[in-house]
């Protein structure tokens, strides 16, 4: 391991487990008064002062506080705290320090490798990868485990498994109930954390994975597939829906078009009941009709060129025309209520981005939770 990376790894992320936040729009780990930059020292020793600290689990502030980390890690956390001298001191006045958060829908895939300063710096110290090649993605979870790469945790899916077109990208095609089985055992094996399925999943092979993840201890989550209703899936154990399953969750119980809460509610209750966590990735759905239609993604001054090439790629494969983006602002304008709306019943939530700029669009993923309704509190909840 080189103790250089593994040093300064250590450093970041001991500060960002616990995440300095301004009271502007953007976070920022960055001191105020004179403090323009801090050098991090190399055992990791770091004291922020007279910062707001946030329980997130209850909402409960306590004020002046100071934050001591020692060797990497927390090590002291109160009022009255004795700092030593030589110690690398951050001022917090005016700031919140809230923990480090979690992008839970990431492909670290298409924003590229190159990109994992910018989670670090947004604060996002954790990433659920929702489908990446194997030979991709478990060398870089293990190299930012041991310590050679700064990145955030992984938690990693590994390829999807369905059949979709040979263009799709992530992809371990199974075709059967017994191709199914056999990919969850190889992938099982291999290291994986849980399975992802999608659209193109097909139905017997959907089941046969609800079978046989649980049976060898790995949740699977992902898209409702195109021949499975939303109501089998919420009774097959699917651990979370992602994207509202392209909105089919709300969009199917509102036959006449416009959303209705009425119609969607036992809906809505069933899958509360059955514990199921819902990923909008509403930033995602705002941005795609622009990027498709030639238009910069959101930050794309900071995107990787592994993200702008794979973005462009997408959008001459899906051959969208402008009433379909048209339909999807629509739909991603709707989304908003029967979010509300399931919140309001029961489901929890959890935020991510699908793969646009790291960090930047987890902040626009949170702000569009309070546009549906969440209070900030519960909006920093689902990350």
Request: aromatic fraction near 6%; glycine fraction near 8%.
């Amino acid at each position: 391991m080189d103790g250089t990376v593994a040093d300064r790894r250590l450093n970041i992320l001991a500060l960002l487990s616990l995440f300095v936040v301004g009271c502007g729009h953007t976070p920022t780990a960055q001191p105020t008064g004179e403090q323009s930059h801090v050098s991090l020292p190399a055992d990791g020793s770091i004291a922020i002062t007279n910062v707001t600290l946030v329980d997130v689990a209850s909402g409960a502030r306590e004020t002046a506080v100071t934050v001591v980390t020692k060797a990497g890690l927390i090590a002291d956390i109160g009022r009255g705290i004795s700092i030593p001298r030589e110690m690398v001191r951050v001022d917090g006045a005016g700031k919140f320090l809230i923990p480090g958060l979690w992008d839970m829908h990431s492909h670290h895939q298409a924003t590229g490798g190159e990109a994992l300063d910018l989670f670090l710096a947004s604060g996002v110290v954790g990433t659920r990868d929702m489908g990446a090649d194997l030979e991709f993605i478990l060398p870089l979870r293990e190299r930012i485990n041991r310590g050679e790469l700064l990145g955030p945790e992984i938690v990693a899916s590994g390829p999807i498994l369905d059949d979709a077109p040979p263009e799709f990208p992530f992809r371990r095609r199974v075709t059967s109930a017994e191709e199914a089985r056999e990919a969850v055992r190889d992938l099982k094996a291999r290291g994986v954390d849980f399975i992802k399925v999608h659209d193109h999943t097909p139905r017997e092979a959907y089941f046969a994975i609800a079978e046989e993840a649980p049976r060898l201890g790995l949740p699977f989550a992902g898209h409702v597939p195109i021949k499975v209703t939303v109501e089998e899936a919420a009774d097959s154990g699917i651990k979370s829906i992602e994207h509202l399953a392209n909105f089919r969750v709300f969009t199917e119980c509102s036959p006449e078009g416009a959303y209705s809460a009425v119609r969607c509610q036992p809906r809505f209750d069933k899958l509360a009941a059955k514990g199921i966590w819902q990923t909008p990735t509403m930033a995602f759905f705002r941005a795609l009709p622009e990027a498709f239609s030639g238009q910069p993604l959101p930050h794309a001054e900071y995107a990787s060129d592994a993200l702008l090439k794979l973005t462009r790629q997408n959008a001459e494969a899906s051959k969208l025309d402008e009433q379909a983006l048209l339909s999807i602002r629509n739909l991603s304008k709707a989304s908003l209520a029967a979010i509300h709306d399931l919140h309001s019943r029961g489901s929890r939530f959890l935020a991510g981005c699908d793969g646009l700029v790291p960090g930047f669009c987890l902040e626009d993923e949170l702000q569009l939770m309070t546009d549906a309704g969440f209070s900030p509190l519960q909006a920093i909840q689902t990350a």
